[in-house]
């Protein structure tokens, strides 16, 4: 069964957990360039949804919504003291291609619930499932997300989103055989490359589920379980190279300088985010079409990149 078989839309979204997510709007707003979401997702009692003047993307629980394009939102800071990943929501194009998925996990007896009309309005979808991965990180499958005005940074920043998704994920795994049957064989990703390093040989595993060469990464280094970074691609090298300007300027703690990467050709650098794991900004990734073949590489870059080795991979907290 091939991706188009499956409808995936890409990563959707994602939330994470921040102690203070005001401050995780600084970062987001004024290194990354996102914007606050002009309408937070929440129960619409009356039907529709209103700007709420002020508010600058906080929700009344204290959650932080971020903007990167036409989508409502594509990035959620929730309060909690343990930072890191709360879930990643992987986007089905049609209500078929949803039922389909969740008819997959019941076939492959893998716990899925729909969610509950109070879920559905908190991330603005028609469709909502909750899994969960092996490793107990929660997935989120759905269809159907609000749409609402045009990004406009004040940065300047553009991001590739639509057909392709927010960008990509890398979690840690501690299985990647576990973790390859689940996503390959149940949410029927595909891989387009993996690098073998480690004690064990174990590294890792690039998986698409669009013609973003990947949308989830998984990286075996050892027992630890979460996210190790997060990537959202600019729409140009200097949208790139203007981010860079601006996290240097922050001071914010730069863990891999400008590169291009071997793979999927993406020229990008790493920060630490505010919460436990990196964001990457990039440009210029490649798109795999139908005549792609999966391929092992040997070292992940062409140049640069300069502190990105499998030393440097390890969970920061
Ligand atoms: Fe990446």
């Known amino acids: 069964m091939g991706t188009d078989d499956r409808g995936w839309n890409g990563l959707g979204y994602a939330g994470v957990f921040a102690p203070d997510p005001v401050a995780w709007r600084a970062f987001a707003t004024g290194v990354c360039g996102f914007v ?50 709360a879930y990643l929501g992987f986007e ?81 795994v501690a299985d990647i055989e576990a973790a390859l049957a689940f996503y390959r064989g149940v949410l ?38 979460g996210l190790q970074h997060l990537m959202f691609e600019a729409t140009s090298i200097d949208g790139v190279g203007r981010a860079l300007d601006r996290a240097l300027q922050a001071g914010v703690p730069i863990s891999s300088g400008l590169g291009r990467h071997r793979n999927d050709g993406i020229l990008s650098f790493y920060m630490h985010g505010p919460s436990g794991f990196d964001v990457e900004i990039g440009w210029g990734g490649v798109l795999c079409g139908e005549d792609w073949s999966e391929r092992q590489f040997a070292g992940g870059d062409d140049w640069g990149h300069h502190g990105l080795v499998a030393d440097s991979l390890q969970p920061r907290r």
């Open 188 to 225: 029927g990703f595909q891989r387009s490359d993996y690098m073998v390093f480690g004690p064990e040989g174990r590294g890792i595993h690039f998986l698409r589920c669009t013609a973003r060469h990947h949308s989830l990464a998984l990286l075996q280094i050892g027992p630890p379980s």
């Open 92 to 172: 089905l194009r049609t209500e078929r291609a949803f039922d389909r998925q969740v008819e997959r996990l019941v076939d492959e007896k893998i716990e899925v619930r729909e969610g509950t009309q109070a879920e559905r309005d908190a991330r603005g979808v028609d469709r909502l499932a909750v899994v969960q991965d092996p490793f107990g990180h929660r997935l989120e499958l759905f269809q159907g997300p609000i749409i609402d005005g045009p990004f406009v940074s004040p940065t300047g920043i553009a991001f590739e989103t639509g057909s392709l998704g927010m960008g990509h994920a890398v979690l840690f």
């Open 36 to 85: 606050p979401a002009e309408i937070v997702p929440g129960p619409r009692p009356q039907g529709i949804a209103l700007p709420t003047p002020g508010a600058e993307g906080l929700a009344a629980d204290g959650t932080c919504y971020l903007k990167l394009d036409r989508r409502q939102w594509r990035l959620a800071v929730h309060p909690g003291e343990t930072p890191g990943l």
